[in-house]
């Protein structure tokens, strides 16, 4: 049981991670677990971040494309949630470096890639097998810090879906990530991923999702994102000095 300056800053954390979300329609499991990080242990982080996380996707994975994505995803998805499960790292046996240093550097990654924006290729008409080596990586990304944007992300983005069946296909990728966390941390001895702990994590992320939706209108969307992809780098750079 936190004690309540925790719980406190637990509730502030989802509360700006949900505001992202309800602006952006992602990235709350990576500005949670980011913010996470700097304190808690990412076994412990991870534990707390799955049900907000599945529980604010449910409307995201809701959409027309669901026929085609799983037509089309299928790979990406099975390759995603076996390397979660079964990969080394979190809730697994120790590991020879500290999982924050992978944490941090993804988070770098993430940013700088965001910034940079670089041209994508068009992979839409490439063979599945580009897709599993996607999800692959990323389950192991996942696997070590419970973040699963890369290389998924530029992947999805990179298989030229229009706006609304690549909103779902995130919703749906990202929920497909967490349930095979899930999954992996209820076999680990000591990750209660129920508690009240959770229960204020949620109330605060869902919080935070209707600050962001009223928000969203009166702030510019590329100026807020190149912002949070600075944020993202700076808060790699503090899990790295961990």
């Given amino acids: 049981m936190a004690n309540l300056n925790e719980l406190l800053l637990i509730a502030t954390v989802f509360v700006l991670s949900g505001t992202v979300k309800g602006i ?11 913010l996470l990080g700097l304190w808690m242990l990412p076994a412990q982080a991870a534990a707390l971040l799955v049900a907000p996380t599945l529980a604010t996707n449910v409307a995201q ?13 299928w ?4 390759a995603l949630a076996g390397v979660t499960a ?10 020879p470096f500290d ?45 070590l810090t419970a973040v699963a944007v890369m290389p998924l992300v530029p992947y999805l983005q990179s298989l030229k879906l229009d706006k609304d069946a690549l909103v ?10 967490m349930l095979a ?36 209108g009166q702030l510019s969307g590329p100026a807020f994102q190149r912002a949070l992809f600075i944020v993202f ?10």
Avoid: E
């Avoid at 994975?61 to 995803?73: E, Q, S």
């Avoid at 779902?168 to 990530?177: D, I, N």
């Fill in 24 to 34: 952006t329609g992602m990235g709350l499991p990576t500005v949670a677990i980011s």
């Fill in 61 to 73: 994975c809701r959409g027309p494309h669901t026929r085609m994505l799983l037509r089309r995803l």
């Fill in 75 to 78: 790979p990406a998805w099975l």
């Fill in 86 to 95: 079964l990969a080394p790292g979190l809730g697994g046996a120790p590991l």
């Fill in 99 to 143: 999982p924050r240093h992978a944490l941090g550097a993804i988070l770098v990654i993430y940013g700088a890639w965001g910034l940079w924006r670089p041209r994508l290729p068009d992979l839409s008409q490439r063979h599945p097998a580009w897709g599993a080596i996607a999800g692959g990586t990323a389950g192991l990304m996942t696997a």
């Fill in 168 to 177: 779902q296909a995130l919703g749906m990728s990202f929920t497909v990530a």
């Fill in 181 to 216: 966390l899930a999954l992996r941390l209820q076999a680990s001895d000591g990750l209660n991923m129920w508690s009240i702990t959770t229960v204020i994590a949620l109330v605060a992320a869902f919080a935070g999702m209707w600050l962001g939706a009223l928000a969203r």
């Fill in 233 to 242: 780098i700076g808060l790699g750079l503090a899990n790295l000095t961990k």
